[in-house]
């Protein structure tokens, strides 16, 4: 049983080529590949040739000590570490929805350039947390 969440991870990347060599970065974090993460990663590309990898989990056990939740996260660190060493724009952002009705995460972060800053209108375009009631009677 345990506590559950939705939740939604985005990270948006400026070109294919920069989006490859961070992924293959990614992809050799172990515990990237003991939980098999890559593939749970959805890739979209747009038309200005910018490219986002998308994370859905519903009903989830999100605890940040678990191995998987870490694993998935270390996508966002990476980027930051990609931005501060090698000067690539980035955006990340993160939904998530608990149980409890106050507990709700949304936080969009990116890089310190005005590139960035356009990546990160990406994801606030794409990426909301809507409460609705809804009646089937």
Not at 88 to 109: C, K, L, Q
Request: charged share 35%.
């Amino acid at each position: 049983m345990g506590y559950r969440s939705d939740v939604v991870l985005v990270a948006v990347f400026a070109n294919a080529e920069q989006h490859d060599e961070v992924m293959s970065v990614y992809r050799m974090d172990p515990n990237v590949q003991k939980h098999g993460l890559e593939a749970a990663w959805r890739r979209v590309d747009f038309n200005k040739g910018e490219v986002a990898r998308i994370y859905e989990g519903n009903n989830v056990k999100w605890y940040e000590s678990y191995e998987d939740v870490q694993a998935l996260c270390r996508l966002a660190s990476l980027l930051a570490d990609f931005h501060e060493d090698r000067k690539f724009d980035y955006a990340w952002g993160e939904g998530r929805v608990g149980e409890e009705e106050a507990d709700i995460v949304y936080d969009v972060t990116s890089g310190s350039t005005d590139r960035s800053e356009d990546l990160r209108d990406i994801i606030y375009d794409g990426l909301r947390i809507e409460r609705r009631v809804y009646v089937g009677f």
